[in-house]
C-alpha cells in the first residue's frame, strides 16, 4: 500500500492509501478520486515522490534533512554568487558570450527566460523555491 498526499483544485489537502504507484492514476482517470471537502474530481498528487507509509517521526527528520540542505545551499549561493536581480539573463548572456568579466551571479529569470539561455548553451539552473536565497536587501 501507498499513501499518497493529494491537492485539490481548490488546495484542499487530503491522503489516500492505493494498492500500488500505479493505483492513483488508474483511479483518477476513472474518477473514483474525489476531494472529501469539496467532492471536486481534480486530484493531483501533492508530492512529486509516493509517501510510503513511515513513522511520523522519519518523514519529520527527512524534512528536516531537507531544510538543512536548503540552508546549505543558499548559504553556499550567497556567499559565492552575485546577486544580479531582474539582470539576471543579460548578465548571464553577456558573460557567456565573453563581453562582460565571468562571475557567478543568481537573480530572477522567467521560464521562457531559462529556456532560451540553455538553448543557447548558457549554463542555468534554476532553483526550486526552497532552495533559492532570499535577495540581499537593496542599498538605497
Ligand atoms: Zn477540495
Known amino acids: ?17 492505493f494498492s500500488n504507484s500505479d493505483g492513483f492514476d488508474d483511479q483518477a482517470a476513472r474518477g473514483l ?6 467532492g471536486s474530481m481534480q486530484v493531483r498528487k501533492a508530492l512529486a515522490a509516493p ?8 518523514e519529520a527528520s527527512a524534512a528536516h534533512q531537507m531544510a538543512e540542505m536548503a540552508n546549505k545551499v543558499k ?7 552575485d546577486y544580479v ?13 565573453g563581453d562582460k568579466p565571468a562571475r557567478l ?19 542555468v539552473t534554476p532553483l526550486p523555491d526552497a532552495f533559492a ?3 540581499p536587501k537593496k542599498a538605497n
Open 33 to 38: 478520486v474525489e476531494c472529501p471537502h469539496c
Open 1 to 17: 500500500m501507498i499513501r499518497y498526499s493529494l491537492l485539490c483544485d481548490a488546495d484542499h489537502e487530503f491522503e489516500a492509501w
Open 133 to 135: 536565497p532570499t535577495p
Open 85 to 97: 536581480g531582474d539582470d539576471f539573463a543579460r548578465e548571464a548572456r553577456a558573460i557567456h558570450d
Open 75 to 81: 548559504a553556499h549561493i550567497r556567499k559565492n554568487y
Open 105 to 123: 551571479i543568481y537573480g530572477e529569470a522567467s521560464l521562457n527566460d531559462t529556456k532560451a539561455l540553455s538553448e543557447d548553451g548558457v549554463p
Open 51 to 58: 509517501a510510503v507509509a513511515t513513522s511520523r517521526k522519519r
